[in-house]
């Protein structure tokens, strides 16, 4: 689902505009971001709690040459699904409604445990000068 497809469920249930909702739809994006650069943390009840950390540097290898690569500190934003959020996930598998469109992470084995996402922020809060956004995935091990 994009972004696109919740403006026009929105706008389907309310009988808003497209225009109207996609407006609302991404100011609350927009709050989100802020209040995670301001405060560090935001908590959405039954739907889980964003919260941006630091991660140490840390030694990697280039998954395209094999060599090795120092990856500096950063700061990325964790999310922790809510209760409400987790119980419902959970009855997809307890359930004959399955998810018939979903496709497993490449390089991710079905098998594993979930796992918890995290998105680098950088930010001229955090002491870095650029800005970046890209998506990881973090054994709970």
Same mark, same amino acid.
């Given at each position: 689902? $994009?972004?696109?497809?919740? #403006?026009? $469920? ?26 995670? #650069? ?27 040459? @094999? ?9 990325? #934003?964790?999310?922790?699904? @809510? ?5 419902? #996930? ?16 490449? @390089? ?15 930010? %001229?809060?955090? @002491? ?10 973090? %054994?709970?091990?």
């Amino acid at each position: 689902m $994009t972004k696109k497809d919740i #403006v026009k $469920t929105i706008s389907w249930d309310t009988g808003m505009t497209q225009l109207h909702v996609k407006e609302i739809v991404q100011r609350t994006f927009d709050e989100i971001i802020e209040t995670l #650069v301001r405060d560090g943390k935001i908590e959405l009840r039954n739907f889980g709690v964003f919260k941006v950390t630091k991660r140490a540097a840390r030694p990697a290898r280039n998954p395209r040459t @094999g060599d090795r690569v120092n990856v500096p500190e950063k700061f990325v #934003v964790t999310f922790k699904a @809510g209760k409400e959020m987790e119980d419902r #996930v959970r009855q997809l598998g307890d359930s004959s409604d399955s998810v018939e469109e979903f496709q497993e992470t490449p @390089g991710v084995a079905s098998d594993q445990p979930a796992h918890d996402t995290a998105i680098t922020l950088e930010s %001229p809060d955090f @002491g870095d000068s650029g800005t970046e956004s890209s998506f990881s995935h973090f %054994p709970d091990n």
